[in-house]
């Protein structure tokens, strides 16, 4: 009788993948605390900005899979918004736009749209920052969409939270910019958001005597050839 190579293989190619499948979804600011304040009561009237915060990646990489925006009141937006992320360089890295109404998925206040899997470097620094179009300066109902300050705020394992940014407002509308300058806001404007893909620790234990890519693995496979080479050859 002939067992294959992959037959034998599988417990191996099994457990492998049973390690790399597990991962979770969290969001990056994952509380919505603060004071709730529209556009309109942000800034001056027809007045447009990119408005966000910066941090810093700790030890370990991380993979941004999507982009967002606070909803106030979790009822739809009034406008859509582009938001994206920078390098502390000031390069665009990744962008895309969440629409007005309640097209955009929702989690814990927030809405998201998702964006190509981008790797955020352990030990750099990033800046998030959403669009904000102007407002008429009698606005009514429609005073724009809500942002978070002065908040006390739950962030993602492994990233540090730095600082409140915003682009120069400038009168009228504009495009989506880099946000680098401090507008002396503690706690952040909450604003933007995005969504991590993180290993999950808990879903697959590791055996004590098994290490993948190290000594564990190598022993399993020769193990392996070695019943191949038995059931090929009974009698040698």
Same mark, same amino acid.
């Given at each position: 009788?002939?067992? +294959?190579?992959?037959?034998?293989?599988?417990?191996?190619?099994?457990?492998?993948?049973?390690?790399?499948?597990?991962?979770? =979804?969290?969001?990056a600011?994952?509380?919505?605390?603060?004071?709730?304040?529209t556009?309109?009561?942000?800034?001056?009237?027809?007045?447009?900005?990119?408005?966000?915060?910066?941090?810093?990646?700790?030890?370990q990489?991380?993979?941004? =899979?999507?982009?967002?925006? &606070?909803?106030?009141?979790?009822?739809?937006?009034?406008?859509? !918004?582009?938001?994206g992320?920078?390098?502390?360089?000031?390069?665009?890295?990744?962008?895309? +736009?969440?629409?007005?109404?309640?097209?955009?998925?929702?989690?814990? %206040? &927030?809405?998201?749209?998702?964006?190509?899997?981008?790797?955020?470097?352990?030990?750099?620094?990033?800046?998030v920052?959403? !669009?904000?179009a102007?407002?008429?300066?009698?606005?009514?109902?429609?005073?724009?969409?809500?942002?978070?300050?002065? %908040?006390?705020? =739950?962030?993602?394992?492994?990233?540090?939270?730095?600082?409140?940014?915003q682009?120069?407002?400038?009168?009228g509308?504009?495009?989506?910019? &880099?946000?680098?300058?401090?507008?002396?806001?503690?706690?952040?404007?909450?604003?933007?958001?995005?969504?991590?893909?993180?290993?999950?620790?808990?879903?697959?234990?590791?055996?004590?005597?098994f290490?993948?890519?190290?000594?564990?693995?190598?022993?399993?496979?020769?193990?392996?050839?070695?019943?191949?080479?038995?059931?090929?050859?009974?009698?040698a």
């Amino acid at each position: 009788m002939k067992i +294959t190579r992959s037959l034998l293989l599988f417990p191996v190619l099994a457990l492998f993948g049973g390690l790399c499948a597990n991962a979770s =979804t969290v969001a990056a600011v994952q509380t919505a605390n603060g004071s709730s304040f529209t556009w309109r009561l942000t800034i001056g009237a027809d007045q447009s900005a990119t408005i966000g915060w910066s941090f810093v990646v700790g030890p370990q990489n991380l993979e941004l =899979t999507a982009l967002g925006i &606070y909803d106030g009141g979790s009822d739809g937006l009034e406008t859509p !918004h582009a938001v994206g992320i920078w390098s502390s360089a000031g390069t665009l890295l990744e962008q895309t +736009t969440i629409p007005s109404g309640t097209a955009a998925a929702l989690t814990a %206040g &927030y809405r998201y749209e998702s964006v190509a899997p981008l790797t955020l470097t352990a030990g750099q620094t990033y800046f998030v920052g959403a !669009h904000f179009a102007p407002v008429a300066d009698v606005c009514g109902t429609a005073c724009g969409d809500a942002l978070l300050a002065f %908040g006390s705020e =739950t962030f993602a394992a492994g990233l540090t939270f730095l600082n409140s940014t915003q682009s120069a407002a400038i009168i009228g509308d504009g495009p989506l910019v &880099y946000p680098n300058l401090n507008p002396g806001v503690s706690g952040g404007f909450f604003g933007p958001n995005f969504l991590l893909t993180t290993a999950d620790p808990i879903g697959a234990p590791e055996p004590a005597s098994f290490t993948i890519g190290g000594p564990g693995l190598v022993a399993l496979l020769a193990a392996a050839r070695r019943l191949q080479r038995r059931l090929d050859n009974p009698l040698a």
